[in-house]
């Protein structure tokens, strides 16, 4: 990211990437979330519990790779951990609760199930490799790939679902023989149908929502995406957004039918825009806008605008402040 920043710890509509992917996982339902953490490691822990106190931190030690990290996450457990593991990256922050639910659905019976992609350039993925039935039979680093595998055009997003039983077994055994001299967590994929455990997958048709993200030009793109998804949920719950190309919104603001959006307008933090109120251009962040208000060409950070409202351009309302009434 050639940034200060930890990776996971740059935000995007609302979250950090690490924020969206505990979101996502909290989703499940989960009885344990753990967190594995190695880079910057005690920023990282700290914004994690912040996300969500209910998680466990997991230290990787100084063998590096996926499969080492899940090692050193499942360590972290309780011992008699049983059933389906889930396992996701933390700078995917479009995958959603809904996805990993779809991908649990396809997990019945098997050893692993992965979640896969088919992308126009997989070039940096590890490749799905598949056998003559169209099973998973392993997936393939880009570093380690033949031409001819470098030519498959699906990916692994590297998130999975492992029994808890089959993962204990098969994780102690893996190595570092690799381009990379990592722990491929890949790896338990290929034990599993070697071993005839069974491996199921699941094709997500939008490969937008495993794209992940290594530099600020990615994140770009990936806070694009979720804006513009953000946005059109809300008019379709009847929220009107005159020009959605100028209109910034986190996912964590809220916005009632009949209010109006005009453009150049960022609705950022715990904004709520009741129903008819008019706002914009301006900025709103853990603003309280209530209904009927007209608040054009202002700034509110921190603050209410009562019910009825009419707020002169150029206000600028902050720390706590509450505004009612009817301004000239």
């Known amino acids: 990211m050639k940034s200060e920043i930890p990776k996971v710890l740059h935000p995007m509509c609302g979250r950090t990437l690490l924020g969206h992917a505990i979101f996502a996982a909290r989703g499940l339902a989960p009885d344990h979330i753990a967190v594995v953490v190695r880079h910057e490691r005690d920023r990282v822990a700290a914004h994690a519990a912040e996300c969500d106190p209910g998680i466990t931190i997991a230290d990787q030690d100084e063998i590096k790779g996926t499969g080492r990290a899940l090692w050193c996450g499942l360590r972290a457990l309780p011992a ?4 389906p593991v889930v396992v996701t990256a933390g700078d995917t922050p479009l995958l959603s609760a809904d996805v990993l639910l779809r991908l649990l659905g396809r997990h019945e019976g098997n050893a692993v199930t992965v979640l896969t992609a088919v992308v126009p350039d997989p070039t940096g993925y ?10 998973v039979a392993g997936v393939v680093e880009h570093k380690d790939a ?8 699906e990916i692994n997003t590297s998130t999975y679902v492992f029994d808890a039983d089959f993962l204990r077994g098969a994780i102690g055994g893996l190595d570092t023989e690799n381009a990379q001299g990592e722990m491929y967590l890949t790896d338990v994929v290929a034990k599993a ?3 005839g455990a069974g491996v199921g997958s699941y094709v997500v048709e939008d490969s937008w929502l495993v794209e992940g993200c290594n530099d600020l030009v990615q994140l770009a793109a990936l806070r694009e995406q979720m804006n513009r998804r953000t946005l059109e949920a809300w008019m379709r719950s009847g929220a009107a957004i005159v020009d959605p190309a100028t209109t910034s919104i986190d996912v964590t603001v809220a916005l009632a039918p009949d209010c109006r959006i005009l453009p150049g307008t960022g609705l950022y933090g715990t904004t709520s825009i009741a129903k008819g109120a008019l706002v914009g251009p ?3 962040t853990n603003a309280l806008v209530g209904e009927g208000v007209d608040a054009r060409h202002v700034v509110v950070r921190d603050a209410a605008v009562e019910a009825g409202t009419a ?3 150029y206000t600028v309302l902050t720390g706590g402040a509450r505004a009612a009434g009817v301004s000239e």
């Open 193 to 195: 149908y070697e071993s």
């Open 80 to 83: 008699d951990l049983s059933g």
């Open 146 to 153: 033949t031409q001819e595998q470098r030519e498959i055009a």
């Open 126 to 135: 590890g490749r799905i490799v598949r056998d003559a039935e169209g099973t």
């Open 311 to 313: 707020l002169p351009p």
């Open 282 to 284: 301006g900025e709103f």
